[in-house]
């Protein structure tokens, strides 16, 4: 039953390329009050990948916990992170949550019935006005010298660039799944793991033994992480939208061991169909 | 320290909620014990900037750099009011461009205010704060 609320879901936005109408149409499927913070976006690029965004997660909630379209209430912490608010129509988990990343040509969704959720993806991106080292000496004081050493000792400068964005998308994962979505928390958490698999973590140079992490690649150079984690991580203003944040071990671990389940493909075509289906059936 | 006597008093960068022409005034006779009930005039009160807010050309600097570090057409329009994430900053776009204005105005800027910066304006005023500290 709990499985049901582990979901990935990414779309690649790429081949999308809608003309006025349709992302008129598009952004018809979705409330009003949120067109504005899709059509702020000054690129189209943003604007698409906003939009996205919102579509995947109305139809995730649609579809895994069954609400009828009209009813589904998704807002935002102070923090910008969206939630989901629940009146009596989420008992079917603990802490159903979930999180979205947009990066390149990719859009994501992630969700848990449990554990905080936390996702990112990051696009290979070859710094053009300076050289590799240059690039991330300016994020330097977001690593540990650990982690830092992993990366400047990890070969060519692609070699050192991949390093970088892996430890990068994980970081961003962590924070994410806090409700804090800030950058500068990232120094905070210290990553181990063996050839990126059994990734564990210290956070405030403690270990912590509550989370769970897991990269992989989306493809076309696109890195993607999961954080799973205690709800007591969360930020105050988070946590306020979660159903519970107490758990004995054993309930605890019922969320934090479920299987991570790989990513489904969905398209932009399919997500309009889910949509204006659950918008025309109330 | 907000002054209040009523001919110095100047309210600069202002969102839209109060518009000049609009001072309630009425019924004030003496200049010198003028209140206004539905401002909150607290010392340190971040929303009304009484003459505290940074230079033109410090705002058009940090348009310059967020220009460049996020590549935006030229016709797009940055302004003081322009938050870096609706032009389009990613997570590392935000530390670069703090990096890049840390580097051009010979600043540091500490985690905690940075955190605090979310559009143009906000950025120019933290470098003129920290500016200014450097020559005291």
Redesign the interface.
């Known amino acids: 039953m709990m499985e049901k609320g582990v979901q990935r879901w990414v779309v690649d936005i790429s081949t999308w390329d809608p003309s006025t109408d349709d992302f008129s149409y598009a952004l018809s499927l979705l409330p009003q009050h949120h067109h504005s913070s899709i059509t702020r976006f000054v690129k189209k690029d943003d604007r698409k990948r906003a939009l996205i965004s919102w579509l995947l997660q109305y139809a995730l909630v649609h579809e895994v916990l069954g609400i009828p379209y009209h009813e589904i209430v998704i807002k935002r912490t102070l923090e910008g992170k969206p939630f989901l608010e629940c009146g009596r129509v989420c008992l079917d988990f603990p802490n159903f949550n979930f999180n979205v990343s947009h990066h390149g040509d990719y859009v994501a969704i992630a969700s848990e019935p449990l554990c905080l959720v936390g996702l990112d993806i990051v696009s290979h991106m070859i710094p053009e006005k300076e050289t590799v080292l240059e690039f991330i000496q300016n994020f330097s004081s977001c690593f540990s010298s650990l982690e830092w050493d992993q990366i400047v000792t990890a070969g060519s400068n692609d070699e050192v660039l991949t390093e970088f964005y892996r430890y990068w998308c994980l970081k961003e994962a962590y924070v994410k799944a806090t409700g804090s979505g800030l950058a500068y928390g990232l120094h905070k958490v210290e990553f181990y793991h063996t050839s990126w698999t059994d990734i564990s973590v210290k956070v405030d140079g403690v270990r912590n033994a509550q989370w769970r992490f897991w990269l992989s690649e989306l493809g076309k150079g696109h890195y993607v992480s999961i954080a799973r984690g205690h709800p007591i991580s969360a930020t105050e203003s988070y946590k306020r939208t979660l159903n519970q944040t107490k758990f004995n071990e054993e309930e605890y671990n019922e969320g934090l061991l479920l299987p991570n389940v790989s990513f489904v493909w969905r398209t932009v075509e399919e997500l309009f169909l889910v949509i204006h289906k659950a918008k025309s059936s109330c | 320290m907000a002054s209040t006597t009523g001919a110095s008093l100047k309210f600069t960068s202002l969102s839209s909620s109060f518009k000049q022409t609009q001072v309630p005034l009425r019924g004030v006779s003496n200049v010198n014990s003028v209140s206004f009930p539905s401002l909150r005039m607290r010392p340190g009160s971040l929303r009304f900037r009484v003459s505290c807010a940074a230079k033109p050309e410090t705002v058009n600097k940090v348009c310059e750099i967020v220009r460049k570090q996020l590549a935006?057409p030229d016709d797009?329009?940055v302004t003081g009011e322009s938050k870096f994430s609706?032009?389009?900053a990613?997570?590392?776009d935000?530390?670069?461009i703090v990096?890049g204005l840390e580097e051009e105005f010979g600043i540091s800027v500490e985690?905690e205010s940075?955190?605090s910066i979310s559009t143009v304006q906000d950025a120019a005023d933290l470098i003129e704060k920290l500016m200014d500290k450097n020559c005291a």
């Open positions: 935006l797009s329009s609706t032009l389009g990613d997570s590392l935000t530390v670069e990096m985690e940075a955190q």
